[in-house]
């Protein structure tokens, strides 16, 4: 912007000082171009939106690893739950206060009451589940909300290894005893229980406003 200033002054006390002097033509090419406003395609937006949001997912995905990580390192699993109850959300906010957007997990078998689907979500869940059972690959998904204004990525999110299942598998299997008892005493309407490896846990849910994906652009 303090370009496209600079040569429009220029240009003026060029003008101003001797009417009859000609402007050089690579000065009035550069004005017209610094003026030039992009014209942004839907594809592009949407685009950028998906590649951004997948971004943003591995970002906060990769940010609650490794709390999680450092949790259970420190304080074993039970404790790791208690980390959990507290930390997540506020990582997620962090991570979404940066980006200016929206990030929640979103799932069917939710342990964590927030995590419940919205309309729009389950609608996209369902259709994760019934790929999952179907042996179809879910690939990351956007959608307009909002009259458009708003972009939903989703991205499916699986059991990825025997470390999920300490505390999302089978009770008495997979959950011992005492990590059973904490997520009974921190999360009473749990349901995110007596899941395998491979098996679809939720979806990363991420509300991205169409202004902030024009400005990447």
């Not at 420190?74 to 929206?102: M, R, W, Y």
């Not at 499916?156 to 009974?184: F, R, V, Y």
Request: glycine fraction near 4%; include cysteine; charged fraction near 30%.
């Amino acid at each position: 912007m303090k370009r496209t200033l600079s040569i429009l002054c220029l240009a003026t006390i060029l003008l101003s000082c001797n009417s009859n002097e000609k402007i050089s033509k690579d000065i009035f090419e550069e004005v017209n171009k610094s003026m030039e406003v992009k014209k942004l395609s839907e594809v592009d937006i949407l685009e950028e939106a998906m590649k951004w949001g997948d971004e943003i997912s591995t970002e906060a995905q990769n940010q609650l690893l490794s709390a999680l990580q450092t949790a259970i390192s420190d304080k074993g699993i039970p404790e790791a739950i208690a980390f959990c109850n507290t930390k997540a959300l506020p990582i997620l906010k962090e991570v979404s206060q940066k980006h200016q957007v929206s990030i929640k997990r979103a799932s069917l078998d939710y342990r964590n009451p927030t995590d419940q689907p919205t309309e729009n979500e389950l609608s996209i869940l369902d259709a994760y589940a019934y790929n999952a059972e179907n042996n179809i690959k879910s690939e990351p998904n956007i959608q307009k909300l909002e009259k458009g204004e708003v972009l939903l990525y989703t991205k499916a999110i699986h059991i990825q290894n025997a470390l999920c299942l300490n505390c999302h598998g089978a009770p008495g299997t997979d959950i011992d005893a005492e990590t059973l008892e904490k997520l009974q005493q921190l999360y009473p309407e749990d349901k995110a229980k007596n899941h395998k490896i491979g098996e679809l846990r939720g979806m990363w849910s991420i509300r991205i406003p169409k202004s902030e994906v024009a400005k990447r652009l």
